[in-house]
């Protein structure tokens, strides 16, 4: 799934003046380090949600059955592998349920949501595939825009799902010019700064329930996992240290003369990883929505790092480079369009190696908030 994506005509902030850039999603599948080759952490995402996503299911269909057609909105789907993952689990899911339930199998309606700079083509020739003999009922559309806007017609969407996307804001937040040497929150910030990444996450994260209410039918349900951080500190490490690592990856370059400090004053990425607290005072104020479970779970920076393949050796610079690899697909068209595209390969050059050092003395996790939600 995607971390949805670098931008909505995003806005980078500068000391003197405020200049807004188009920046295109994650990197395509012709690039050297692509989103689509380089999405493994995101993969361990969804399994890790999978549970949640069943009995999100079985309870949206003991709301809405009997319907002849389940529509299903899957918004930050991205384009790689693990584009049709949900969509696969969905259609086992109410398979099942109905072949135990003894109903007849609804025809099933799915969006797959994107920025519009998003690999759609790639996307539609892997539909047949997808679909093969078995998926007959199974009709899947491309729906591009921002899920910070209208996407549906009122009251027609059953089910919304939506994996590593809502971390992403609309925009840089205004009133942090101030945040000098810094390309996120951290301890070094002014205060004002994460006063103001909150603030816009609130603002963004209620208007985008606010845009799902609109859209979705009563008892309808919303299945949603974001990066987070576990306490409520906005400078803890879950949160900050990854982006320390890339500013100090930029001063790198900056001391060297390959990048003018004033353009790494003038970057700040539009992302926002928040607490427990502020999810759920957020859902309860914009009041669309009933909040039936909200919980945690973290996962190593590194996706070969699991619980699942077992270091004998720690190899720092793999580590390093899994990372930087991931961050890179990512963050590649913001980072070329604000610094330009000839520092990329040493930027994350060094970002690997500083990634790598990072891990061998403190082994760093991203913590992902799922919440699970029924339209009032």
């Not at 729906?143 to 939506?162: D, T």
């Not at 859209?215 to 949603?224: A, F, K, P, Q």
């Not at 004998?312 to 930087?324: H, L, P, T, Y």
Request: glycine share 4%; aromatic share 10%.
């Amino acid at each position: 799934m995607s971390m949805y994506a670098l931008a909505n005509s995003v806005e980078i902030q500068q000391a003197t003046a405020m200049a807004s850039t188009n920046v295109r999603c994650m990197n395509a599948a012709d690039k050297q380090v692509s989103y689509a080759n380089n999405s493994s952490l995101q993969k361990i995402v969804l399994l890790k949600t999978r549970p949640f996503l069943e009995d999100s299911i079985k309870e949206m269909l003991s709301k809405v059955s009997p319907a002849t057609c389940i529509r299903v909105a899957d918004l930050g789907c991205a384009s790689g592998p693990n584009t049709f993952f949900p969509t696969y689990e969905i259609i086992n899911t109410i398979t099942r349920i109905c072949q135990q339930a003894r109903w007849e199998p609804p025809e099933l309606q799915v969006f797959l949501n994107d920025l519009p700079d998003n690999d759609f083509n790639t996307v539609f020739r892997s539909v047949p595939a997808f679909k093969g003999d078995s998926k007959e009922s199974c009709f899947i559309t491309g729906v591009a825009g921002s899920f910070y806007e209208r996407l549906f017609p009122s009251k027609s969407i059953h089910f919304v799902h939506s994996s590593c996307c809502l971390h992403w804001l609309s925009k840089v937040p205004k009133e942090v010019e101030n945040n000098n040497e810094n390309v996120y929150i951290s301890k070094l910030s002014p205060p004002n700064v994460s006063k103001a990444y909150s603030e816009q996450f609130r603002n963004d994260f209620s208007n985008f329930l606010r845009l799902r209410s609109e859209e979705m039918v009563s008892g309808g349900r919303m299945l949603l996992t974001m990066i987070g951080r576990s306490i409520a500190d906005p400078t803890s490490k879950d949160n900050c240290c990854i982006w320390e690592l890339l500013t100090k990856s930029l001063i790198d370059l900056v001391a060297k003369g390959l990048v003018h400090k004033s353009d790494v004053d003038s970057f700040c990425i539009p992302l926002y990883y928040p607490c427990k607290e502020e999810v759920k005072e957020t859902i309860e104020m914009e009041g669309s929505f009933v909040l039936n479970e909200i919980d945690s779970f973290e996962v190593n920076w590194d996706f070969e790092d699991n619980d699942c393949n077992k270091y004998v050796i720690f190899e720092k610079s793999r580590s390093g480079q899994n990372v930087a690899n991931c961050i890179r697909a990512i963050m590649e068209p913001m980072l070329a369009s604000h610094f330009g595209e000839t520092i990329i390969d040493d930027l994350f050059t060094r970002y690997a190696q500083h990634v790598g050092e990072h891990l061998l003395h403190e082994k760093t996790k991203y913590v992902n908030i799922i919440l699970v939600m029924t339209m009032t």
